[in-house]
T-cell receptor
């Protein structure tokens, strides 16, 4: 693994289903982030974690949950997907909160 | 309110010319600024950053200028190449306890 990876690359999901997007970094960064990017709306922060064991809510947290059991992994879960959660999801990490963030390749999620 | 915005959503530049991408911010407490490049279908890629105690910083073919008096940030790309075609995002932060505030982006188009 080099940098930050996300899985899956893309997914089509039926509404009401549960889905976990995976994110792993090997840079030993303390902080990690989940964003969604929609056309015309830019990047919007969903949840973040400044260090392992802690999480916080971003701008658009409703319908999403996260956990940070260790430094490397930061999964994002949609408990019951809805069509408005159709988006491209990016995970990012930074050595310290507030520092430059480095992004994964994204997951394209379509909820039907 | 706080905001990071861009003067132009799309910028067309002749190949070989210099590109200047602008970004305005409204929070005078912001002390850290970052430029990202996002190619189609990919995650944002860190280009260069600058802290508020500087007014200019240079990288490889890129220069970031910060004018705190008018709350303006610019990214200059020298000798623009076809590979520079992308959306350029600016982001600001006002401290390690805060999250990045993102602009919507400027699309740079290179004319042959």
């Amino acid at each position: 693994i080099a940098g930050i990876t996300q899985a899956p690359t893309s997914q089509i999901l039926a509404a009401g289903r549960r889905m976990t997007l995976r994110c792993t970094q090997d840079m030993r960064h303390n902080a990690m982030y989940w964003y969604r990017q929609d056309l015309g709306l830019g990047l919007r922060l969903i949840h973040y974690s400044n260090t392992a064991g802690t999480t916080g809510k971003g701008e658009v947290p409703d319908g999403y949950s996260v956990s940070r059991a260790n430094t490397d992994d930061f999964p994002l879960t949609l408990a019951s997907a809805v069509p408005s959660q159709t988006s491209v999801y990016f995970c990012a990490s930074s050595a310290t909160s507030g520092g430059p963030q480095f992004f994964g390749p994204g997951t394209r999620l379509t909820v039907l | 309110g706080e905001s990071v915005g861009l003067h132009l959503p799309t910028l067309s530049v002749q190949e070989g010319d210099n590109s200047i991408i602008n970004c305005a911010y409204s929070n005078s407490a912001s002390d850290y600024f970052i430029w990202y490049k996002q190619e189609s279908g990919k995650g944002p890629q860190f280009i260069i950053d600058i802290r508020s105690n500087m007014d200019k910083r240079q990288g490889q073919r890129v220069t970031v200028l910060l004018n705190k008096t008018v709350k303006h940030l610019s990214l200059q790309i020298a000798a623009t190449q076809p590979g520079d075609s992308a959306v350029y995002l600016c982001a600001e932060n006002r401290g390690s306890n805060y999250q990045l505030i993102w602009g919507a982006g400027t699309k740079l188009i290179i004319k042959p």
